[in-house]
């Protein structure tokens, strides 16, 4: 008894705190609601459910300006509270395209980084629009090159262990600046208040040293740094680096790194050849040329055979800025660089944002990135790949047909799904009656289980559930001009079933009794482990009744008088004896 008593505080204690939390709708500021009426309804029918809001709710519409007539957009203001916005969308269902919270939109802040304005080239491949939904959570890059330190605006950029090839030691310091510059447009710390932004910048970077000083490196010290990168969790690989000697070992090296999955990116060169260096030719590679401020190719870009892509490189007229090391003193510096180095490591960054949104297969993501570039019309030598590169519509198209989290929680969010008050304000759902049809549930159960001992199960519990609540969270999802039947039915109970089809609140005499429990009984009494749901649900039944006929005694054909009470109290009472009757029966046979 004492569990029980707990039990029951404990729901009372949450259902309080429930009434009084606010809840996350409350997020955003508006003051007013958007009405979009369709176009094919007449005016009188507009005016007739406008005249219903405003005697309902003492709340007034006017369209929003005098352009407004043509699209039928009122905008609904009250003196007094605002209606909640599912009874709103449910009394003008039918009527209208959409109806809105009308929210108070402010221009989208940039990184507060002071020197993003700096940073052309991400505003040239549309970042920002990618920023909306990945960051590169949870993906590591790798950056062959001559090394990385970690400057200070790479201080909040997560690093993993690397290795220096070149040195043959764990810590792959950089003493050039090339290789921490490549790092910075991959992921340079963002929205630090310090530098500028990177384009992955909640992606980590994985430090490999194949370059010395003089930013030259042998192809086995570089198949070497592949392999570890791909032995050590890389998801995607940037190669600032090439010539135009074939290795086997470097292709050798490149092959198992893509049977891992890691996506591989390198720059194609700087010699202004119709040909791409090597690593950047061989298959299994994204092979970038250089584009400058204006969007054509750097005039230094290799292009041709080898070119997949193209992508910011910077020249003379715009640099690309990232913090890195100056060579003369190993301080940290803002400087700019340019070169197919430069481009290579924003296709890094944009495949890590592709990646972190759950394309993983590299042969995927090359395609999702050859898929939403800008495409240039008249390409004869093959200066751009397929075209230029573009962050936003990569995400954008690797993320089609999915839900993400945040789109899901803004849709719990808009629709009221969030504030706790939505199922407890006096709607449909009456949160408090069915915390107390699944505790009478509960309790009926646990008097029988004093008379004739059993173990508590799956198959009682969900009894009682379907015979109490049911799932009554599912009855208020409301999904703009989808009928609402079906939810209705999955989010009932037993007795509820018979009145949620027509959408009325009376309750239908035949669900509202005890014959469905009674069949149950019989058809599943023999059954193991179903003999138990239907002894659930008897309870569960006997339970909402009983409530019923003190809370809303409403029945069909009956009223809702002293008539209808003595049924539904009646009714509940065979329901219980029924699940006594068969449990009694139960341990006979057991």
């Known amino acids: 008894m004492k569990r029980l008593l707990i039990f029951g505080l404990f729901f009372l204690g949450l259902t309080l705190a429930l009434w009084s939390f606010s809840g996350k709708a409350n997020q955003g500021t508006y003051h007013s609601y958007v009405l979009d009426f369709r176009n094919d ?3 009188d029918v507009i005016e007739n459910k406008l005249s219903a ?18 699209d039928r957009v009122y905008v609904l203001k009250s003196e007094e509270e605002l209606p909640a916005l599912n009874p709103l969308k449910k009394l003008l269902q039918g009527t209208t395209e959409a109806i809105d919270r009308n929210y108070r939109y402010q221009a989208f802040a940039v990184p507060n980084d002071p020197h993003y304005s700096q940073q052309w080239n991400f505003r040239s491949i549309n970042v920002e ?19 990385v330190t970690q400057v200070p605006d790479l201080k909040q950029t997560e690093f993993v262990n690397g290795y220096d090839f070149v040195n043959d030691q764990g810590r792959a310091d950089d003493d050039v600046g090339h290789g921490t510059h490549v790092a910075g447009t991959i992921a340079q710390s963002t929205n630090n208040s310090y530098g500028v932004a990177g384009i992955a910048y909640k992606a980590k970077i994985m430090p490999i040293k194949v370059l010395d000083g003089n930013g030259g490196g042998t192809v086995a010290d570089i198949a070497e740094g592949i392999r570890f990168a791909a032995n050590h969790g890389a998801d995607v690989i940037n190669l600032s680096l090439g010539g135009f000697g074939d290795s086997h070992i470097v292709s050798e090296a490149i092959n198992y790194a893509h049977e891992k999955d890691v996506v591989i990116v390198a720059a194609a060169g700087n010699s202004n050849q119709n040909a791409a260096a090597y690593p950047a030719r061989y298959p299994h590679v994204i092979g970038v040329s250089a584009l400058d401020a204006a969007g054509a190719k750097a005039n230094y870009s290799n292009y041709g055979a080898g070119v997949d892509i193209s992508a910011p490189g910077g020249s003379d007229a715009g640099k690309i800025v990232q913090n890195t090391i100056s060579p003369d003193t190993g301080e940290g510096v803002f400087t700019g660089y340019q070169g197919t180095s430069m481009a290579a490591p924003h296709v890094a960054g944009v495949a890590a944002l592709v990646r972190s949104s759950g394309i993983t297969e590299p042969a995927e993501v090359l395609s999702v990135l050859k898929q939403s570039v800008r495409q240039v019309a008249e390409d ?29 929680f803004c849709w719990m969010r808009d629709n009221g799904y969030l504030n706790p008050r939505f199922w407890i304000d006096g709607g449909t759902i009456m949160l408090p009656f069915k915390l107390a049809t699944v505790i009478g549930g509960y309790l ?37 001009d989808l009928p609402q039947a079906p939810f209705r039915v999955m989010g009932s109970s037993i007795p509820e079933l018979g009145n949620m089809i027509p959408g009325t609140t009376t309750l239908n005499p035949f669900f509202a009794s005890a014959l469905i429990p009674l069949g149950l009984i019989l058809l599943l009494l023999q059954h193991p482990r179903w003999r138990w749901f239907a ?39 065979a329901c219980w004896g029924l699940g006594r009757l068969a449990s009694r029966q139960t341990e006979t046979v057991s």
């Not at 004869?380 to 989290?405: C, F, T, W």
């Open 535 to 573: 002894i659930g649900t008897s309870l569960g039944v006997a339970s909402f009744l009983a409530i019923s006929a003190f809370v809303s005694p409403a029945v069909w054909g009956l009223g809702s008088g002293w008539l209808a009470r003595s049924y539904l109290l009646l009714n509940a009472l």
């Open 41 to 43: 309804i007449s005016q």
């Open 129 to 147: 629009q990618a920023w909306d939904n990945s960051q590169g959570e949870g993906v590591a890059v790798a950056v062959i090159d001559t090394g």
């Open 53 to 70: 809001i405003e005697e309902k709710y003492h709340a007034t519409a006017q369209l929003n300006s005098e352009f407004s007539d043509r």
């Open 444 to 480: 009926l159960a646990w008097l029988l289980r004093n008379y004739f001992p059993f173990a508590w199960s799956w198959s009682l519990a969900s009894g009682i559930i379907a015979g109490s609540s049911g799932l009554f969270f599912l009855r208020e999802i409301y999904i703009f």
């Open 380 to 408: 004869p030598q093959n200066h751009y790949g397929v075209g230029q590169l573009d962050a936003g519509e990569a995400v954008k198209l690797a993320m089609r047909g999915q839900i993400s989290v945040r789109d899901f």
